[in-house]
């Protein structure tokens, strides 16, 4: 069993940053590869980022890529996302998931490929 919590959301001006993190519970978080997903009002979670077990490895959603930063420190059981250059269309929750069913993986952009999920830190980007 793992648990996530996700810190760091907040509200920003368009063309502000902001940095998530995601503190993970026990002692086989650097064994799990990692994700990034959001959800809009109205709309389906979505995928936005993923990094392997190593931090080797990185996945962007076409439309963060060049924008946000996936990183994760193992030593200290916390995943981060930096995100820069917000835009309004970037006003969502966030939530950091962990894959751990299959140790040691690359990252997912698919969501059925975690079992384990934070409850969310909330993004608003104003124009």
Do not use: H
């Amino acid at each position: 069993q793992v648990q996530l919590v996700e810190s760091g959301g907040g509200l920003v001006q368009a063309g502000g940053s902001l940095g998530l993190s995601c503190a993970a519970s026990g002692r086989a978080f650097s064994s799990y590869a990692m994700g990034w997903f959001r959800q809009a009002p109205g709309k389906e979670r979505e995928f936005v980022s993923a990094i392997s077990w190593s931090g080797t490895n990185t996945l962007y959603a076409d439309s963060v890529k060049g924008r946000f930063t996936i990183s994760r420190d193992n030593p200290k059981n916390t995943l981060y996302l930096q995100m820069n250059s917000l835009k309004p269309e970037d006003t969502a929750v966030y939530f950091c998931a962990a894959n751990g069913r299959r140790l040691y993986g690359s990252g997912s952009r698919y969501q059925a490929d975690y079992d384990y999920w934070g409850q969310g830190t909330q993004v608003t980007v104003s124009s």
